[in-house]
């Protein structure tokens, strides 16, 4: 296999002449994202040069209080992405959310890590990056089922209130919601695995080929990878809102949305 091909600073500036492209393509068609693409792209490259230089100085001085604290933080942050996202809950709502992003997160890395990679959990070159990709995707599987969730629930409420009125109780009325919103949750993952080796060769397994890694290897960490990718959306999303929704209404079976 070939070594892996440096790519010098000067070299990495030249790809934000595509950003610079799709500038003004927005500007140009008046599109009002200009601002937000702008921010995302600055805070996108702060984060991960710093996150870069905290991983090297995990990997040059390995310690399980590194690996432990960087992906406790890892899923605070998962936590807080999520639920600014979704100011409109109410406290056990929130509570519930991140519980569960925290608890299906941890079961599945702890689970990859140990059984399927079969390392030592405080393995830090294996831990963090696969953490990354498990909770990232858990963060935005869940921040999307709760926004459909509630979004379907502000513009059926009239609905909801007839159904309420007719004497049907809050678990049958909200559960149809709760499949709805984890449907669109998973939809996009289940859509991603469809294409992958047809259409596209994920970032993982792009990754692990870049840097000299046999085809066949990067293939099965990538299968095992979406696989567990999946696993984790799903779950997290599911424990969120169906438990979640029960903090809608109370024993006597009144609804407070």
């Known amino acids: 296999m070939n070594t892996i091909v440096k790519m ?4 990495f500036l030249l790809v934000y002449i595509l950003l610079i492209i799709v500038l003004i393509i ?3 068609r008046r599109i009002n994202q200009i601002k937000l693409l702008f921010i995302a792209s600055i805070r996108m490259t ?28 890892m899923i605070g942050f998962a936590i807080y992405t999520v639920l600014s996202r979704n100011k409109g ?14 608890v299906t997160g941890l079961s ?19 831990t963090i990056p696969i953490s990354g990709m498990i909770m990232g995707n858990a963060m935005t599987g869940v921040s999307l089922g709760l926004k459909t969730f509630n979004e379907n629930i502000r513009t059926g409420r009239n609905k909801i209130e007839v159904l309420v009125n007719l004497g049907v109780t809050p678990d049958k009325i909200l559960t149809p919601f709760v499949n709805t919103a984890l449907e669109t949750a998973i ?18 397994m792009t990754g692990q080929i870049l840097s000299g890694t046999l085809p066949m290897t990067a293939i ?11 696993a984790v959306t799903c779950m997290a999303v599911f424990c969120s809102l169906y ?10 079976n009144q609804m407070h949305i």
């Open 187 to 204: 939809l996009p993952t289940l859509n991603s695995m469809l294409g992958m080796g047809i259409i596209s060769l994920p970032g993982m």
């Open 26 to 28: 927005m500007r140009r």
């Open 220 to 230: 099965l960490y990538q299968i095992s990878i979406i696989i567990a990718i999946s």
């Open 8 to 11: 010098n600073i000067w070299q």
């Open 108 to 126: 599945v890395i702890i689970f990859f890590i140990l059984a399927v990679v079969g390392v030592n959990i405080f393995n830090a070159q294996y």
């Open 46 to 73: 702060v984060q991960l040069v710093l996150a870069g230089l905290v991983l090297t100085y995990i990997f040059e001085n390995p310690h399980p209080l590194f690996t432990v604290g960087y992906i406790i933080a």
């Open 89 to 102: 809950l109410n406290r056990q709502f929130k509570i519930v959310v991140g519980v569960s992003l925290a």
């Open 243 to 252: 438990f979640g929704y029960k903090t809608l209404y109370n024993k006597k």
